[in-house]
């Protein structure tokens, strides 16, 4: 199994693009397989350093979480609360 690979941060749409590469890594929104039992989770911040480095490239942070994830799993999995367009 690879490595997780963060979206591109939200404040980048329309300027930059993920590397082809990376593209097939990225999550897939949506819920979570019942037979799913996860070791850990990575977060990434929805918006990049506001330094852009010699390379055109920017960075952004990214979180790794351990533990219990049945509630989280729970929550992620439940009815969305509202309409939906």
């Known amino acids: ?3 997780a690979t963060c979206r591109m941060p939200t404040d980048l749409d329309g300027i ?3 590397p082809p ?3 097939a890594m ?3 929104p949506g819920t979570v397989p019942d037979d799913f039992e996860p070791v850990a989770a990575i977060t ?3 918006t ?3 330094t852009v ?3 055109l490239t920017a960075s952004f942070a990214e979180y790794r979480w351990e533990g219990g ?3 989280a799993i729970a929550k992620m999995n439940a009815p969305s609360e509202g309409s939906r367009p």
């Open 1 to 3: 199994m690879g490595a």
């Open 16 to 18: 930059a693009t993920t």
């Open 21 to 23: 590469d990376l593209v």
């Open 26 to 28: 990225q999550p897939r």
């Open 44 to 46: 990434c911040d929805p």
């Open 48 to 50: 990049a350093d506001r």
């Open 53 to 55: 480095n010699a390379d």
């Open 69 to 71: 994830f049945s509630e």
